[in-house]
């Protein structure tokens, strides 16, 4: 029995009631589309058929095809203008309609559109029919009848698909923005860019499902290969640093199509890779990601070209977080160590200056920034002498400071049991050359004063010369000495010089932080210029005399940094 819904309908038009129910009935687009497919094609009696649908502005995909050889067929046609109207595919036959050859070359006769709306959504193509007849009136009238029919729920099932489409890709986006965020916690850990780029690696497998990759970092200038899959000869040259000029993920198919990367391209698609991924910080490249195909087949979509983009600049982040991190540890290092220095240094100068009867005696030691190795001594050594001494290690921090207290050492232990300067100096650079392997050097000048004879016995072991201001206005340098210590164990004997002090001559001995401060644009103060401010001040006590010097220093350095310690000892006879 006949249900009511089919009472008063034409035998005719049955048919095409019962098939608008059917696919009216579906959201299912796969269904739709090969019920209307098979359905034109057994009334036709056709044997070869298929649905193309539109996915994008002109491109055509093939969703269902019957009785046609698929590697025959492309998987895509590219229609700028699509008919509206049916049309005989032999009519298109022509260079004009270049994207209707594969129809032709499957004996396809008959091009329907799909409308919804006035919108072309798809196209059916129907192939020759088995009576070897032309399509009559009534035939085309009963297939456009039949996809104007299903026109709305292919439609529907289209924004059904499209609604699916969008809560997948919603759903991927969320995984992976939980991966970027786990991924983001786990790379910060330790701040260790190693740890950032095997997690990088694990990535690209487990999340991407990459076969093969290539991860390179900016090393100053160059890139460097930082991790590869399979392993690669680092040794091998390979074309990265060209593709720097992109800074968007790119197929390198894409790439190997234009002029400038065709070379580069083609060599990494012999390597197995089919895509580049700039990894970029504040616009800048700092490294690359190459992928190969995926372990579970199938090509990269935009998306997840996308996802190894947001993965990379990530992992960027990190390691240049973790190269900052251990630049902090390294300049606290510094710090910690030139702290050290600059109290083993301090630890070195006299506490006190010791009198001395029928002299006066002034020092000053200004420190710079950074921990030199700058160093005087005076200290009484019998009844009636006393030695003074300074010196400049080559170097700056602890090293220096610490080699500076092995001269203290060395010059306190000798200075009571050995009368002879020039041996004492001999044994001390001996010491001195021992430590250090000829690796630093230090300028030194020492001497024995005798109070009641008024005479200095000194060497000089290529430091600056002290300058003995006579109170007639001459100056005198005490040069004689021999080699600055810690080059080469003692091959020729030093030499003693001496010189007998008068009333109110004047003795400086300084370190090359005097003369050699600088100025705003790189000049020194020089010798010269201390020579004369020294012929100036000299009649003034001990004290002033240092006091006088600094001010001129620092109106020639005026706010200019000080670049080594500033050292000063005066010793004036009354």
């Given amino acids: 029995m006949k249900s009511n819904a089919r009472k008063g309908i034409s035998p005719d038009l049955l048919p095409l009631f019962e098939f608008s129910n059917v696919v009216n009935s579906s959201l299912d687009l796969r269904f739709i589309l090969s019920t209307v497919l098979l359905t034109t094609m057994g009334k036709m009696l056709v044997a070869k058929g298929m649905v193309l649908l539109r996915k994008e502005k002109n491109r055509f ?19 700028e203008k699509p008919p509206r109207g049916l049309v005989n595919v032999d009519k298109l036959a022509s260079p004009k309609f270049a ?3 594969p129809l032709v070359d499957q004996n396809q006769k008959l091009l329907v559109p799909i409308l919804s709306d006035g919108r072309i959504v798809g ?5 020759e029919r088995m009576s070897k007849t032309r399509y009559s009136a009534v035939d085309t009238h009963l297939i456009q009848s039949l996809v104007n029919l299903s026109g709305s729920a292919i439609a529907k099932a ?10 997948r890709s919603i759903d991927r986006k969320y995984q992976e923005l939980n ?3 786990d991924l983001s916690k786990e790379f910060n850990v330790g701040l260790n860019s190693q ?3 095997r997690l990088l690696t694990f990535a690209l497998l487990g999340q991407v499902g990459a076969s093969k990759y290539i991860i390179c970092l900016r090393n100053h200038t160059a890139l460097e290969v930082v991790a590869a899959r399979p392993q690669m000869d680092r040794s091998v040259e390979i074309p990265l640093e060209h593709l720097c000029e992109i800074h968007k993920a790119e197929f390198i198919s894409d790439l190997a199509r234009q002029k400038r990367f065709r070379e580069y391209a083609t060599h990494l698609l012999q390597r197995g890779m089919v895509a580049v991924i700039p990894m970029q910080m504040q616009n800048q490249i700092k490294g690359l990601i190459l992928v190969g195909e995926r372990l579970r087949g199938g090509s990269y979509a935009k998306a997840d070209l996308e996802f190894i983009s947001s993965l990379g600049n990530l992992a960027t982040i990190s390691i240049e977080n973790a190269r900052l991190f251990k630049e902090a540890i390294e300049k606290q290092r510094m710090e910690d160590e030139l702290k050290i220095a600059r109290e083993i240094q301090q630890g070195l100068l006299p506490e006190h200056l010791p009198e001395v009867e029928g002299f006066e005696i002034a020092a000053v030691n200004i420190p710079s920034k950074q921990v030199g190795g700058d160093y005087y001594d005076a200290l009484q050594r019998s009844a009636g002498e006393y030695v003074i001494a300074i010196g400049d290690v080559s170097g700056k921090g602890t090293p220096a400071a610490l080699l500076m207290a092995n001269v203290q050492a060395a010059l306190r232990t000798l200075v009571p049991i050995e009368s002879s300067l020039p041996k004492a100096t001999a044994q001390i650079n ?22 009641k004879s008024r005479t200095l016995r000194y060497v000089n072991a290529g430091h600056n010369p002290p300058m003995l201001i006579r109170t007639d206005g001459s100056l005198e340098k005490l040069e004689v000495g021999g080699l600055l210590l810690g080059i080469i164990k003692t091959q020729t004997p030093y030499q003693e010089g001496s010189v007998r002090f008068q009333s109110g001559d004047t003795l400086v001995m300084y370190t090359d932080g005097v003369s050699e401060a600088m100025d705003s644009e790189g000049r020194d103060f020089t010798e010269e210029r201390l020579e004369l401010a020294l012929k100036r001040h000299g009649g003034l006590p001990a004290e002033e005399i240092i006091r006088r010097v600094q001010q001129e220093l620092e109106s020639h350095t005026k706010d200019t940094p000080q670049s080594d310690d500033i050292t000063m000892l005066v010793l004036k006879a009354l």
């Fill in 61 to 79: 995909d093939v969703v269902a095809a019957k009785g046609i050889d698929e590697g025959m067929f492309p998987k895509y046609l590219e229609i």
């Fill in 179 to 181: 991966t970027l965020f």
């Fill in 99 to 101: 994207w209707a050859k």
């Fill in 195 to 197: 740890n950032v780029i």
């Fill in 158 to 167: 289209l924004i059904i698909d499209q609604l699916k489409e969008a809560n």
């Fill in 430 to 451: 001996d010491l001195t050359s021992s430590n250090t392997r000829g690796s630093k050097f230090i300028t030194f000048f020492w001497g024995i004063l005798d109070v």
């Fill in 123 to 127: 196209l059916i193509s129907l192939g």
